[in-house]
C-alpha cells in the first residue's frame, strides 16, 4: 500500500447559522498518525465526513496529493472509512465480509479471497474466516471492520471513534493492534477520538479542536508541555493551573506574582506574555513537589485526598490561600517514601523551567 498526502485548504461547514467547522487548514504528510482530539461538538466528525466526501463543505478544498477530490464521490478517494458502529453484513461470512469492497470494485472472485483471507492475517484472526459476525466478540468484529478497511489498499484511513464501544482493556490491546497495521501498511491515518489518553499514545501528531477552529496542532509533547492556550492546558492531561501576574523576565525564567509569593516560571516563545499581563501558570502535577513543612515564602495547602493508583500516588490539596485552585502533586509510589494524610500542611515547590506562563488572553 502507498500512501498519499491529505491537504485541507480554507475547508468551512455550517449548518443553518451554527458553523460547525470555521476555515480551516491542515496537513497530514504521507504515512503519519494524526488524531483529532477535542471535547464533544468541537467539529472533529464534520471535518471527517467533508474528508471522506459523506459531507459537502461550504467552501475549502480537499486534496490527497496533488488530486482536488473536494466534490469527488466518496468511493473514488482512495480512503477507507472505519466507524464506531462497524456494521458488517450478517448473512455474509467474514471472508465474504471482508471480500465485499473489492467484489465493488470488480475484482476477480479467487484474487478476491485471496486478499481477504491476507487481510484476515493482518488482524491474526486466520481461522474465523467461515464465521458469522454473530459469532464473533466486539473486539473481533473491530477488527474485520479494519480489515475490510485495509483490503482494497487505500492510501488514507479515517478511524472515528473506532475503538469507543469496547471496555478498557480491549481498547488498550486494539490501539496496541492499530499502531502495528499502521506501521505494516505505511498508510496515513486520520483517527478520531475524544479520548486523551488515547490521543497521547497513538498519536505522532494530534489536532486538537475546539468550537469549530484547530486549537492546537502538534506533536502529543508539543501540546502536554508547550500548550499554548489555557484551553489546551486545561485539556489535555490533568494540570495545575495558578492564576498569576506576568513580571520581568530573568535569563531564560520569568517573575511571576501569585498574590504574594514571587515564583519563577517559563515564557515559551509561543506564548506572548508581556510584563503586567494577567496569566496562568501550569504546572503538570508530577512537577510539583511537596514538603511537610511551614514556609512563608512559598505557597502553602492542606492535604484533602491521597490517592495511589498503583505506580503513582497522587496527593491532592486545597491552597490556605482560598483564591488560588485546587492542587494536584503525583510522584511514583514508593513502599517506604513519605506518607502524607489528609490534614497535613504542606509547602509547595516546583522549577520555574516546569511552570509555563500562559495568557489569559488566549482564553477562548
Ligand atoms: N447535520 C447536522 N445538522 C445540524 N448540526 C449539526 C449536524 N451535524 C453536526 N452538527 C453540529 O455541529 C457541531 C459539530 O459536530 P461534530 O459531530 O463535528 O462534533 P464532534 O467533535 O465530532 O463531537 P462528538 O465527539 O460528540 O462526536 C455540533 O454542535 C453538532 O450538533
Redesign the pocket.
Known amino acids: 500500500m502507498s500512501s498519499s498526502s491529505l491537504t485541507v485548504q480554507k475547508l468551512a461547514k455550517r ?2 447559522d ?1 458553523i ?2 470555521a476555515e480551516t487548514d491542515l496537513t497530514v504528510t504521507e504515512g503519519e498518525f494524526l488524531t483529532l482530539l ?10 471527517l465526513s467533508l474528508i471522506a466526501g459523506l459531507s459537502r463543505p461550504d467552501h475549502g478544498a480537499v486534496m490527497i496529493g496533488k488530486t482536488d477530490v473536494t466534490y469527488s464521490a466518496p468511493h473514488s478517494r482512495d480512503i477507507g472509512v472505519v466507524f464506531q458502529n462497524y456494521a458488517l453484513f450478517p448473512h455474509m461470512t467474514i471472508l465474504e465480509n471482508i471480500a465485499f469492497p473489492l467484489k465493488m470494485r470488480k475484482v476477480g472472485a479467487e484474487e478476491a479471497r485471496k486478499r481477504a483471507q491476507e487481510a484476515l492475517e493482518m488482524i491474526r484472526l486466520p481461522h474465523i474466516a467461515q464465521r458469522y459476525p454473530r459469532e464473533l466478540s466486539g473486539g473481533q468484529q473491530q477488527r474485520v471492520a479494519l480489515a475490510r478497511c485495509m483490503v482494497y489498499r487505500p492510501s488514507i484511513i479515517l478511524m472515528d ?1 473506532p475503538l469507543g464501544a469496547l471496555d478498557k482493556k480491549l481498547r488498550e490491546h486494539m490501539q496496541l493492534e492499530i499502531k502495528r497495521i499502521h506501521r505494516e501498511l505505511g498508510a496515513t491515518i486520520i483517527y ?1 477520538t ?1 479520548d486523551q489518553e488515547e490521543a497521547m499514545t497513538m498519536s505522532d501528531r494530534i489536532c486538537l ?1 475546539n468550537s ?1 477552529k484547530i486549537e492546537q496542532l502538534g506533536t502529543p509533547a508539543d501540546l502536554y508541555f508547550r500548550p499554548k492556550t489555557l484551553f489546551v492546558a486545561d485539556f489535555l492531561g490533568e494540570s495545575n493551573l495558578l492564576p498569576a501576574t506576568a513580571g520581568r523576565s530573568q535569563g531564560e525564567l520569568m517573575n511571576v506574582e501569585i498574590g504574594p509569593q514571587r515564583v519563577a516560571a517559563q515564557a515559551l516563545a509561543n506564548n506572548e506574555v508581556s510584563v503586567g499581563d494577567a496569566i496562568h501558570i501550569m504546572i503538570r502535577p508530577q512537577n510539583l513537589t511537596i514538603e511537610k513543612a511551614e514556609a512563608k515564602d512559598r505557597i502553602s495547602a492542606i492535604v484533602s485526598d491521597v490517592m495511589v493508583t498503583g505506580s503513582l500516588t497522587k496527593i491532592y490539596m486545597n491552597a490556605v490561600d482560598a483564591s488560588l485552585p485546587a492542587l494536584v502533586a503525583a510522584f511514583p509510589t514508593r513502599l517506604n517514601g513519605d506518607q502524607y494524610r489528609m490534614g497535613d500542611k504542606v509547602a509547595l515547590l516546583w522549577q520555574g523551567a516546569d511552570a509555563i506562563a500562559i495568557s489569559e488572553k488566549t482564553r477562548s
Not at 477535542?38 to 471535518?47: E, Q, R
Open positions: 449548518y443553518g451554527f460547525a467547522l477535542g471535547p464533544s461538538g468541537s467539529g472533529k466528525t464534520t471535518l471513534e478520531v475524544h479542536m469549530g
